[in-house]
């Protein structure tokens, strides 16, 4: 059996991990083959996994709750530890914007679909606004930098070394942070299936993210060079992006199905989603033992 594993550039951890050969190493003793699905947009990641392109995927806090909500049979099998660093709301620093509520009526870019969705309506949220009906939600195109700064929108979401650039122009200034609003965690889920038949399966894969994990942890340099030339950007923007990361796994406890309930209920207010979900339906309990395991023996094996 071959498992298939699927990459976007947004995960960090999978990303990396396409790069080495941890997966082939942990399941070869299953008896089992591993290969990637390369693909660029991480809001695909339910789908590729209800139509069996892939069986294990990862993305940030929205896609599985936006997958959930569409039928797709899946379930959560891991998490990172939050990444209170990893983003923030941008405005621009001399700008009317001094406040969430000052977003009202105006233009917001960002990776909608994406964890920044997931930032943006909880934040909202809290100040009694609605992301369906208070603010224009745009997709990146590209310009953000320069349409902020010169008062086209009125704030940017931005996110690793794309953030850690426009720091350093001193051109913006943060109205949030991720870690103010979401815990922001990478989050890692599978095909139903896959998890209740072979459960060693995804604890072997959760190993092989771990031992990755670590080798980017113990990298920077190296896997700051080489995301800056396969993704553009520069190799010290990078750096200080990828150093903010945890790079640390957990199992997919209560907690955070306490935190994937309440985006999940603020999304079906608003629109985002047209039905409730009940988040602990997709969440397995049985599972959260074999991955604390899984990530104790990588971090041992480091």
Known sequence: MTITVGVHR????????????YLQQELAPLGESAE????????????????????????????????QAAGHDIVYTAVSAPRPDHGALLVAADGPVQSVADLKGTTVVLGIGSWQTH???????QQGLSYRDDITAERPAGD????????RIAGWIAQGAEL?????????????????????????????????QRPEIVAAIV????????????????AA??????????????????????????????????EQQEAADIFHQVGFIDRAVTVADIHLPELEQPVADAVSRATKEA
Do not use: C, M
Request: avoid cysteine; aromatic fraction near 8%.
């Open 144 to 151: 953000e930098a320069e349409r902020l700064a010169d008062g």
């Open 207 to 222: 190993t092989a993210l771990q031992r990755a994990d670590h080798w980017a942890a113990a990298h920077p340099a190296e």
């Open 36 to 67: 990637f699905h390369h693909y660029t947009d991480g809001t695909k990641t339910g789908p590729y996994l209800a139509d069996g392109t892939i069986d294990f995927g990862g993305t940030g806090s929205t896609p599985p709750i936006t997958a």
């Open 225 to 258: 060079a080489i995301a800056a030339e396969d993704q553009g950007g520069e190799a010290a923007d990078w750096h200080t992006a990828l150093v903010a990361l945890p790079w640390q796994l957990e199992p997919a406890t209560a907690e955070f199905v306490a």
């Open 119 to 125: 930032l943006l309506a909880k934040a909202l949220h």
């Open 10 to 21: 947004s995960n960090p951890s999978l990303y990396h991990l396409a790069r080495l050969d």
């Open 164 to 196: 850690a650039a426009a720091r350093r122009t001193g051109n913006f200034r943060e109205l949030i942070r991720t870690g103010d609003v979401i815990t922001d965690r990478s989050v890692f889920f599978a095909r139903r299936e896959l998890a209740v």
